[in-house]
């Protein structure tokens, strides 16, 4: 697991207004996803929050751009993508990673970073946040954005 050394954070959210932005695609995963980012954000005392669905992960980046210029504070990007026998892996992993960059560095909003870009599904569950998932890439997601959030807070 690739989860080994991360580290533990403490964010306070209160005050923060969120969009979570998540795809439909792996409903299973999915839905671990966004209950660890809601959880992780109940904890952070967040209580503007907004739950979206997108087709896709290819368009997360479209949609999670439009909510930070709407005025919110963070942005969760939850989304999973599993290696098939095509090259079509690669380009949507590459087009929504780079889109989802894009959209944190031009508004100046956190995006956290919750695409899973796996082999095979049981990696995904692995990382899911479900009762038997060593990893909750939703909560881990949110702490990222939350604690950019107040980082970039301190400079005004």
Not at 59 to 64: A, D, K, M, Q
Not at 85 to 103: C, I, K, M, N, W
Request: charged share 20%; with cysteine.
């Amino acid at each position: 697991m690739s989860g080994q050394g991360a580290p533990t954070i403490f964010v306070d959210g209160e005050g923060a207004r969120v969009v979570i932005v998540a795809s439909r695609w792996h409903t299973e995963v999915m839905d671990g996803l966004i209950a660890g980012a809601q959880a992780a954000l109940a904890e952070a005392k967040v209580t503007d929050v907004t739950v979206v669905r997108a087709p896709g992960s290819f368009e997360l980046p479209i949609i999670c751009q439009a909510y930070a210029r709407q005025g919110y504070d963070a942005v969760i990007a939850l989304g999973v993508i599993i290696r098939g026998s095509t090259p079509h892996f690669e380009y949507v992993s590459a087009a929504a990673t780079d889109g989802l960059s894009r959209v944190a560095l031009d508004t100046g909003v956190p995006v956290g970073f919750g695409l899973l870009t796996t082999d095979d599904e049981q990696q995904a569950l692995d990382r899911a946040g479900l009762a038997d998932s060593p990893e909750d890439k939703g909560r881990e997601a949110v702490e990222a954005a939350l604690s950019t959030w107040n980082v970039l807070r301190t400079l005004g």
